[in-house]
């Protein structure tokens, strides 16, 4: 996980895809940082294959499936599954798990239970 990383939204036409690689050149000339095209990748809803090709042509990014990851969190499209949610069901319980080896006491194990769950909720929602 990176902190520059980015997603960006728009309607999938060709004008939108040009003037967004405008961008990326003009940030590129600007802050001498260059997209990594083969770390980069183009996500769609329902468009035709046709379409997709040609986007994927424009921007020379890599072609992204649903569902992903990004910052930790899976993104989906659709009804929630729960294969989708078990790596952060996984996370939870291995920090809950730690615990397991301090005495702790009952009120003392509720007081971490919810600052971790909170904690982990609040970095999910500002994601």
Do not use: E
Not at 107 to 119: A, E, F, N, Q, W
């Amino acid at each position: 996980m990176y902190a520059n990383d980015i997603l960006i939204f728009c309607i999938a036409k060709t004008s939108n895809i040009k003037t967004l690689k405008s961008i990326f050149k003009d940030y590129s000339s600007v802050s001498s940082q260059n997209i990594n095209l083969s770390k980069s990748s183009l996500f769609y809803g329902s468009i035709s294959s046709r379409k997709i090709n040609k986007l994927i042509r424009l921007t020379g990014f890599q072609h992204g499936i649903i569902p992903f990851n990004y910052l930790g969190v899976p993104l989906f499209k659709g009804t929630v599954k729960k294969y989708f949610l078990s790596p952060i069901v996984d996370r939870y319980l291995s920090k809950l798990s730690r615990w397991k080896v301090y005495c702790l006491s009952m009120d003392d194990r509720l007081t971490l239970v919810k600052s971790i769950i909170h904690g982990m909720l609040a970095q999910s929602i500002n994601i």
